[in-house]
């Protein structure tokens, strides 16, 4: 049987990607907002192997305006928990949690995150995988989430949730659904990145555009 080569492309072209489809996530989406649901929410994750992750931070529109992170999404295939942070902020389980070493957590530009969750509590980070370093061997230079979503399954994540306010007393539909693709989509990508490393089965498609010294 026939394996089809998988092309995947050094940058993405802004045109094809806004042509795109936009991805929805098909699971159930948790909210989490007091330390009991908080407990019983990392039961459950801390029985899982891979899980994708991300934060939210309401925006400032002011300057010397700075919020804390406001959101923690942390999601299997099928179900994602939205931590409210700003509710809860970061309880002993949440923090046992991101310490373990056992459950493997993928994002995307974790510093950004790391940094934010320092600013609660100096918990230990363990077992993170972030896939800006990950791509980098694959030959991939569009590093953004949306980009290599859309390189790697030919759909668009829709960013149009990106700058609400995250920490309203109650989450719309669309930031939930905005959040938990945003976590879902860094285990997807994880798993399609190792099946390809796996199996050597893809080629880089150069960027068009590209200049090259003669």
């Not at 109650?170 to 997807?188: E, F």
Request: net charge neutral; charged share 25%; aromatic share 10%.
């Amino acid at each position: 049987m026939m394996t089809t080569t998988r092309f995947i492309h050094e940058k993405m072209d802004k045109a094809a990607l806004q042509q795109m489809p936009t991805v929805a996530f098909a699971g159930r989406i948790v909210v989490v907002q007091s330390a009991a649901e908080a407990e019983r929410a990392v039961a459950f994750l801390r029985t899982q192997p891979l899980v994708g992750f991300d934060t939210e931070t309401r925006p400032s529109f002011k300057r010397g305006q700075n919020h804390k992170v406001a959101l923690m999404q942390v999601s299997t295939h099928d179900l994602c928990f939205l931590f409210r942070l700003n509710m809860i902020g970061l309880p002993a389980p949440v923090c046992d949690f991101l310490a373990d070493e056992h459950t493997r957590k993928v994002g995307l530009s974790l510093k950004d995150d790391f940094m934010m969750l320092h600013e609660r509590a100096a918990v230990p980070l363990n077992n993170f995988v972030d896939l800006q370093q990950y791509v980098k061997p694959f030959g991939i230079k569009d590093m953004s989430l949306q980009k290599l979503y859309a390189n790697l399954f030919g759909e668009r994540i829709s960013k149009a949730q990106q700058l609400t306010n995250w920490e309203a007393d109650v989450l719309t539909d669309r930031q939930k659904q905005y959040a938990a693709i945003d976590a879902w989509a860094c285990l997807v990508l994880y798993e399609e990145l190792e099946r390809l490393k796996a199996t050597g089965n893809y080629s880089l498609v150069p960027d068009e555009n590209k200049s090259y010294d003669l």
